[in-house]
């Protein structure tokens, strides 16, 4: 019997452990989910909102991260660009008007190409946390005006895109912009790169922007990030069924409609 006392506080005591720890891992368990279910609500579902390696999306994303940075360092690019879209109610630039041949936005085009070649070789170290993946073109380019030229042939002839302003723009004092690019997919999220306005000690403030400065972090952009946030910027294609031997079908794509992205 004072064998028999002993086994069985032993096995009650395994017992009580089992349950106690079952009972953790399952609360543990439920906080996790819980966790993830928010996550997922506020990403709009299940989805992957990471940064492709569609070498096109990278094209893209370049397109709206140079055009966050013009925004806030190149005042008379910044001036073209609102008024393009001061009469356009559908907040979009055609990359042609843009950076084309015969686009008549010299000072846009000007700087997209200085800040092109920026992003190729950024100092280290550099205010741009965040910057848009490399390389922006395929090919043996050589050096960094033949990559230029190459991007410039991949966004222009091989592809027909546009800048997409979904609440058009605020660029009041010191404004914040945000980059992002069509997925490619039917996914209502993706990475961007926001742009945040800092003033230097002795600085006059953002009313002049070489007054100031800039620096980025990683977002993630859905409808709720462009409701909330002001000068959202997204690169997308523009579909052409129409056009005999048009580049711009983009049947490789399973996307009904490019527009519906944060429409």
């Known amino acids: 019997m004072k064998k028999t006392l002993p086994l069985l506080l032993l096995i009650t005591l395994g017992l009580f452990s089992s349950c106690e720890k079952e009972n953790h891992d399952?609360?543990?368990?439920?906080?996790?989910?819980?966790?993830?279910?928010?996550?997922?609500?506020?990403l709009g579902g299940n989805q992957n909102c990471n940064y492709e390696n569609d070498l096109f999306e990278r094209q893209l994303h370049w397109m709206s991260a140079i055009t966050s940075k013009i925004l806030r360092f190149h005042p008379a690019a910044r001036t073209e660009v609102?008024?393009?879209?001061?009469?356009?109610?559908?907040?979009?630039?055609?990359?042609?008007?843009l950076i084309g041949g015969n686009s008549t936005m010299s000072a846009f085009h000007t700087a997209f190409e200085q800040e092109f070649y920026y992003y190729l070789n950024p100092p280290d170290p550099d205010s741009d946390n965040t910057r848009p993946q490399i390389p922006p073109a395929s090919g043996g380019a050589p050096g960094p005006s033949g990559i230029f030229a190459i991007y410039l042939?991949?966004?222009?002839?091989?592809?027909?895109?546009?800048?997409?302003f979904p609440t058009g723009l605020n660029?009041?004092?010191?404004?914040?912009?945000?980059?992002?690019?069509?997925?490619?997919?039917?996914?209502?999220?993706?990475e961007g790169i926001?742009?945040?306005?800092?003033?230097?000690?002795?600085?006059?403030?953002?009313?002049?922007?070489?007054?100031?400065g800039s620096y980025t972090s990683p977002v993630t952009v859905n409808d709720i990030y462009n409701n909330a946030n002001d000068n959202v910027i997204v690169a997308r294609p523009v579909r052409d069924n129409v056009s005999p031997g048009s580049n711009c079908t983009y049947t490789q794509y399973n996307v009904t409609d490019f527009e519906d992205f944060l429409d």
Do not use: W
């Open 26 to 42: 399952s609360l543990e368990s439920a906080s996790l989910n819980s966790q993830n279910q928010m996550q997922s609500n506020y």
């Open 82 to 97: 609102q008024v393009a879209l001061s009469n356009n109610v559908a907040n979009t630039i055609p990359a042609e008007d």
């Open 153 to 164: 042939d991949n966004i222009l002839i091989d592809n027909c895109v546009e800048l997409y």
């Open 171 to 190: 660029l009041n004092g010191s404004f914040t912009s945000t980059a992002t690019a069509h997925p490619l997919t039917e996914e209502d999220c993706n």
């Open 194 to 212: 926001k742009r945040l306005y800092y003033q230097p000690n002795g600085s006059s403030g953002p009313g002049d922007p070489a007054e100031g």
